[in-house]
């Protein structure tokens, strides 16, 4: 499918991105403050992006220390719901180009399927082995020109092209002025549907079985 069709910036629309996005959310102060003044926040929204006026905002920094010591960047709570917006445009288009081990924010998906799934493969393959990987700094290190350029491939609808951009972008601006590894805490990761797409495209042609999560 290529994204020839509008992306839905209709204040309906903006709705059902903020219900998905508050879905399973734990309260926070941005949070609250956000949806003290919904209606009038989410109009303001609305109006922003039918009018081709939105500008991503700053992102607030922190150190977290879990498996390792890292710098996380979190949007704010009203670009996280732009983030959803695009999230679900995307997935319309990307989705059906993912391979079926591909359990990350799927419909139907899952960390739990993905569990199973690989149970399943060492039953049937007692002597196989699970390898879990990553890639150092993946996000950090996307080129964003590379980036725009795979998701104009499929892409076509000019709104939904600027705004995707505009996301993109303000990462970049924002990391200009800092030399930590950044993890953003969001449900859009610019670069996760598109970039994800063209390795699991590689990838499905390799002789084993592939889990992505």
Not at 113 to 122: K, P, V
Not at 126 to 154: A, Y
Request: positive net charge; charged residues 30%.
């Amino acid at each position: 499918m290529m994204g020839s069709e509008s992306i839905d910036l209709s204040l309906e629309n903006i709705w059902k991105s903020w219900f998905e996005f508050r879905k399973g959310k734990k309260w926070s102060r941005d949070l609250h403050e956000f949806q003290y003044k919904l209606e009038e926040n989410l109009y303001g929204l609305y109006a922003d992006l039918s009018r081709g006026r939105y500008k991503h905002g700053p992102y607030r920094t922190f150190m977290v220390c879990d498996n390792k010591r890292r710098e996380v960047s979190v949007s704010t709570v009203r670009d996280r719901a732009v983030h959803r917006l695009i999230y679900d445009y995307l997935n319309k288009i990307y989705d059906k180009t993912f391979i079926y081990d591909a359990w990350s924010c799927r419909v139907g998906k899952g960390l739990m399927g993905a569990i199973e799934r690989a149970q399943q493969f060492l039953k049937s393959y007692p002597k196989s082995f699970i390898w879990r990987g990553d890639v150092r700094k993946f996000f950090d290190s996307v080129d964003q020109k590379v980036l725009l350029q795979l998701l104009f491939r499929r892409v076509r609808d000019g709104a939904a092209y600027s705004l995707m951009s505009e996301v993109i972008r303000s990462f970049a601006t924002h990391t200009h002025t800092h030399t930590h590894t950044h993890t953003r805490t969001s449900r859009f990761v610019p670069g996760t549907h598109t970039r994800r797409a063209e390795c699991r495209s590689e990838i499905s042609r390799a002789k084993f079985s592939p889990i992505s999560i």
